[in-house]
């Protein structure tokens, strides 16, 4: 088992900048490639960024690439995703998720962290 922990949301004006933080606890979390997604109000769930076990290969949707950038500290057991030039688009539940086997379905998510943008 794998538990993920958001954190780092909030209320933040158009332009602004916050940095989420996934905390994971349980098994290596070296093993566990890691993706951020979001929904936002009326939305379905979409992928976000995801980042691989080395933290060697990141990936982007085309809505965040250029504004967003996920990271790795394995020492901390810990995924982070630094979000800058917020929209209020931007608005959502943001969920840290990891999987073992990629490609293959997330087996692990946390229960996520409230983002607002405001305009």
């Known amino acids: 088992q794998v538990q993920l922990v958001e954190s780092g949301g909030g209320l933040v004006q158009a332009g602004g900048s916050l940095r989420l933080s996934c905390a994971a606890s349980?098994?290596?979390?070296?093993?566990?490639?890691i993706g951020w997604f979001r929904q936002g109000p009326g939305k379905e769930r979409e992928f976000v960024a995801r980042?691989?076990?080395?933290?060697?290969?990141?990936t982007y949707a085309d809505s965040v690439k250029g504004r967003f950038t996920i990271s790795r500290d394995n020492a901390k057991n810990t995924v982070y995703l630094q979000m800058n030039s917020l929209k209020p688009e931007d608005t959502a539940v943001y969920y840290c998720a990891a999987r073992r086997v990629v490609p293959g379905p997330y087996d692990y998510w946390g229960q996520g962290t409230q983002v607002t943008v405001s305009s």
């Open positions: 349980g098994r290596t979390f070296s093993n566990y490639a």
């Open positions: 980042i691989t076990r080395s933290g060697g290969i990141t």
